[in-house]
């Protein structure tokens, strides 16, 4: 039987709210603030019970898994369309509502009355940390408390920052730990946008921020107000700086960018280990022969001009992969057999010019962070090392593939992912459909000719 309740929140229109003066606007505002209040208090727990079915110690078994996610958080992401910082918030207070530590009883319980914001919830929470050795629970439950006098006049990050201040001042013996705590939180992700723009998010340690901070000030502190330099090559420079077309923060990004170059042309393995970072490009042949169409960069979603590509294949060439039925270019790179297990770098760089990445539909994984999967599985069912039997799979879907006996099947051009027998959460195949639009381009093409596709060059 579901699951039903009834539910309602009254709140002003907004039919004429164009027309409204500026307290009846405000009011409006906070009216609607607090029915958001209510429903992210119910999408929190909610999300809380997601959480504990999604455990680490369920593995595969878990829902959030067994949905295809990779964390919790992730699919209540999907499931509600909120972003992922957004998500981990909701997650994270929902966990804590199920059943809360003493010392944030109350706040707790003001998020579930609808007078307390998830932001400011998940602020509290994360800056005060937990009891230790020298701060007792009953001390970290006064400070959430007098946090809480305040918390409806400050936005969450100012009530972060208090939070930790707070901490640090009844823990001044943990200062070592958090720090190091701060160190382990250290991350960066690169995630791509539906434009074609990679958004990049992450997180700095203190010493790691002074480092790459004053790195990226060296470059444009004469944009923002740095020291008058007496030198006439450093006075030079800076006015070069003022002068330069590019916003301040576009300067900040192209050092940061000519940084990695520079780096990567220096690296004796050290950092990169054995394959050197490098921009792949695919284009058609006949694209790239009569100087039209579009090509796209490998693990891009935005499409680049024929002109890009020829720069690129001018200073670093190109590498020709032929499709067609008949060819065996580039030779027994494509056909193993049985002769070795693992794919290639030539078989990949293949499979990378027909994914594009992870082959589900709803992962962003780049070809770099793939595997090559045999769809007919190499154990299972003695399948060949081949590039007709392989597919590309992010570690997370490869997992799953094998964990919970799905099954990649492929009909002529066509694959589909089957679920296991008795699945619940997913009741038919789902198809799987290359990422690379210059592969598509060319499949199509050749389909509508009742031909070969095109052939394909990926640098």
């Not at 809480?148 to 972060?160: D, G, H, M, R, V």
């Amino acid at each position: 039987m579901p699951i039903t309740a009834t539910f309602s929140l009254e709140v002003p229109a907004l039919d004429e709210i164009s027309r409204a003066g500026d307290l009846e606007l405000i009011e409006t505002m906070r009216e609607w603030a607090q029915a958001r209040r209510a429903v992210d208090a119910g999408l929190a727990i909610l999300a809380g019970v997601v959480a504990a079915r999604s455990t680490l110690e369920l593995g595969y078994d878990g829902l959030a898994q067994r949905a295809g996610a990779r964390t919790a958080e992730a699919f209540v992401s999907q499931l509600t369309g909120t972003s992922g910082p957004e998500a981990r918030a909701i997650t994270a207070v929902g966990t804590m509502m199920i059943d809360p530590a003493a010392w944030l009883g109350e706040v707790a319980t003001k998020v579930t009355a609808g007078e307390l914001s998830i932001g400011v919830a998940a602020a509290i929470q994360t800056g005060l940390g937990t009891p230790s050795p020298t701060v007792a629970a009953d001390d970290l439950a006064d400070a959430a408390h007098s946090l809480l006098e305040t918390a409806s006049a400050q936005p969450p990050e100012k009530l972060a920052r208090q939070a930790r201040e707070l901490r640090d001042e009844l823990d001044e013996a943990g200062v070592i730990d958090r720090e190091a705590e701060l160190r382990e939180r250290r991350f960066l992700r690169l995630t791509r946008q539906p434009d074609g723009m990679t958004r990049m998010i992450g997180l700095l340690d203190p010493e790691s921020a002074a480092l790459v901070t004053d790195a990226v000030d060296a470059v444009t502190s004469p944009r923002r107000g740095g020291p008058r330099f007496v030198d006439p090559k450093a006075a030079a420079r800076a006015q070069a700086i003022v002068d330069d077309e590019r916003t301040t923060e576009q300067l900040a990004l192209d050092a940061l960018v000519e940084m990695v170059r520079i780096s990567i042309a220096v690296d004796n393995g050290r950092v990169f280990g054995t394959r050197k970072p490098s921009v792949r490009v695919h284009v058609t042949a006949a694209d790239l022969a009569g100087g039209t169409g579009v090509g796209h960069v490998e693990g891009q979603t935005s499409a680049v001009s024929v002109a890009t590509v020829e720069r690129l294949a001018c200073s670093d060439g190109f590498v020709a992969i032929d499709f067609s039925s008949g060819s065996t270019n580039p030779g027994s790179a494509l056909r193993y057999g049985r002769s070795r297990r693992t794919f290639s770098d030539a078989q990949r760089t293949v499979l990378a010019a027909i994914w594009g990445g992870c082959a589900m539909s709803n992962c962003d994984r780049p070809p770099s962070w793939t595997e090559a999967h045999h769809m007919e599985e190499w154990d299972r069912d003695d399948g060949p090392t081949d590039v007709s039997n392989g597919i590309l799979l992010c570690r997370h879907h490869h997992l799953l593939v094998h964990n919970n006996g799905w099954r990649v099947r492929r009909h002529g051009s066509n694959y589909l992912l089957e679920p296991p027998p008795g699945d619940r959460l997913h009741r038919r195949a789902t198809p799987l459909i290359p990422k690379n639009p210059v592969y598509r381009r060319g499949r199509s093409n050749a389909d509508a000719a009742h031909t070969s596709p095109e052939d394909s060059v990926a640098r």
